[in-house]
């Protein structure tokens, strides 16, 4: 990599305007998961002005995955960006909006900024001449915000032997992901008029006394730094003035890369099959509606020797560092795949409506994914 002429020709190429405009322009195209058309266009339309090759690979009706190859051979290395969003929390202020370099908006780090430094480094190499050009590709998904549906497809039909997925990690290189496990929990009451709870049985009490309880399990303690827990969801049924009969929570649980998601379902039933000595004619049913194993890579491995060389050009601190959500990367890792996840923008802003990333980032990310791409092995 060191003796490469070819990526000072790739970096020269990288046009920062034109990085800043696409990223802006993607910001303001809404693609919630499921509504991906309108960007997929758009990056389809880049793609094939810029003359280079690009496929659909449909996922349903409307809905497709963006696929560019360069090379003459089958590449085992791929770029991996969702271009879906979580839905918009205010639909008349989604959009872009730029100050000091910094920009704001629906996305920007989830994870448009990746998808924008992605494209800016596709553009790049292409520039070079094609026998020149390394055997990489570019992987544009959608659904990764819902069930991963764009990926999964895309692992039907191809398991390269190594992808980087631009998910926001401030430019942190994650050789690690945590696991993630999510659980199901209803209770059931008996349903009364709400003057009169004393002849009724609660389904919130009931489930609030559960939560309380499985807060307790020692392997859900805060400082412990294996498993992190949180309740997303919680509802109840709505009939008026009643006394409710239902009540249903959603857990998230982010695990360590060592701890296996067999290990916390077993700790949850555990903490829960006592439950009902302590909480009175609790009727209550688990269940895991989706889990995923998480996984330590090798740092040391080619990928590993790339980052080490370009970190310092770039003037950046090389911190390795597990990446604490779920993502496409758990889908990869179970297909066979070496996924390294490394974008810019910061997971702690993702989802929320203070999301942000900066454009020097977004231009650094789009120097090492090109770095990269020179650099798989050949």
């Known amino acids: 990599m060191s003796g490469d002429p070819r ?8 046009n920062p305007l034109r990085l800043r405009q696409r990223l802006l322009e993607m910001i303001d195209i ?6 991906e058309e309108d960007i997929q266009l758009y990056l389809e339309g880049i793609l094939q002005a810029a003359g280079l090759k690009v496929e659909r690979q449909e996922v349903e009706e409307d809905r497709y995955n963006l696929i560019a190859t360069l090379g003459s051979t089958s590449p085992q290395f791929y770029l991996v960006g969702h271009v879906d969003t979580v839905p918009a929390w205010d639909l008349d202020d989604y959009g872009a909006e730029e100050e000091w370099g910094i920009v704001r908006g629906l996305g920007s780090a989830d994870m448009k900024g990746g998808c924008a430094a992605m494209l800016e480094a596709w553009l790049a190499l292409a520039t070079l ?5 390394p055997a990489v590709g570019l992987l544009l998904v959608v659904g990764e915000e819902e069930n991963g549906d764009g990926s999964a497809k895309f692992l039907e039909s191809c398991t390269p032997s190594w992808v980087v997925i631009g ?6 290189p994650c050789f690690g992901h945590y696991g993630y496990v999510e659980t199901q929990l ?3 009451g008996r349903r009364i008029h709400s003057s009169l709870p004393e002849l009724g049985h609660n389904a919130v009490e009931s489930m609030l006394q559960v939560l309380l309880q499985l807060s307790q399990a020692p392997l859900f303690a805060r400082d412990s730094l294996q498993v992190f827990y949180s309740i997303r969801e919680l509802s109840s049924s709505r009939a008026g003035f009643v006394v409710p009969d239902r009540c249903e929570a959603l857990i998230d649980l982010h695990l360590a890369p060592e701890i296996s998601p067999e290990q916390v379902k077993a700790a949850i039933s555990e903490q829960l099959a006592g439950a009902g000595d302590a909480i009175p004619d609790l009727h209550l049913d688990v269940s895991f509606d989706f889990s995923a194993s998480g996984y330590q890579l090798a740092a040391d491995g080619w990928l590993g020797q790339v980052l080490e060389f370009i970190y310092p050009k ?10 604490r959500s779920h993502s496409d990367g758990n889908l990869f890792f179970a297909a066979g795949v070496q996924p390294l996840i490394l974008g810019p923008g910061s997971l702690e802003i993702a989802h929320t409506n203070e999301e942000q990333t900066s454009l020097a980032e977004v231009e650094a990310a789009a120097r090492i994914y090109a ?3 020179l650099g798989i092995p050949r």
Not at 30 to 35: L, Q
Not at 314 to 323: D, H, V
């Open 186 to 188: 209803v209770s059931k």
């Open 30 to 35: 809404y693609s919630p998961s499921g509504k």
């Open 129 to 133: 001449p094609l026998t020149e050009q």
């Open 167 to 172: 998910e926001p990690t401030s430019l942190a």
């Open 371 to 373: 770095a990269l791409c």
């Open 314 to 323: 770039l003037n950046l601190p090389l911190q390795l560092t597990p990446f």
């Open 7 to 14: 990526l000072d020709l790739v970096w020269s190429a990288i």
